[in-house]
């Protein structure tokens, strides 16, 4: 199993804030599909104030170019992904278009 985190920036915006995390109570079931199919085992979203941090476990095979062309080739998940944009914005320093990023660990307890 592979782990990885990444971080977005979410609006900072009471509403809005509110609206994301309801959509992500009830995430489309073709969404959750398109996760599993990718490879992903588990994935978990946490938040402190409007900065987001996703930690994903994945299948050893699982990459993130593989994922994102099978995101590209499923139009719900390219409406989910157009949905969320409205909510989300991008974290200082990120390339133009770019979500979420993969984060570096720096330390762990082993």
């Known amino acids: 199993m592979?782990?990885?985190?990444?971080?977005?920036?979410?609006?900072?915006?009471?509403?809005l804030i509110a609206e994301y995390e309801?959509?992500?109570?009830?995430?489309?079931?073709?969404?959750?599909?398109?996760?599993?199919?990718?490879?992903?085992r588990n994935l978990e979203i946490?938040?402190?104030a409007n900065r987001l941090f996703m930690v994903i476990e994945a299948e050893d095979d699982f990459s993130f170019e593989q994922k994102s062309a099978m995101d590209a080739a499923n139009?719900?998940?390219?409406e989910w992904e157009e949905l969320m944009w409205k909510y989300q914005q991008a974290?200082?320093?990120a390339k133009p278009g770019e979500k979420w990023m993969i984060m570096e660990q720096i330390y762990g307890l082993r």
């Open 22 to 40: 309801a959509y992500h109570r009830n995430v489309w079931p073709e969404i959750i599909q398109s996760i599993q199919d990718s490879g992903i």
């Open 91 to 93: 974290l200082p320093g």
């Open 2 to 15: 592979k782990k990885y985190c990444l971080a977005l920036d979410l609006k900072d915006d009471t509403e």
């Open 75 to 78: 139009p719900r998940v390219q």
């Open 46 to 48: 946490y938040r402190v």
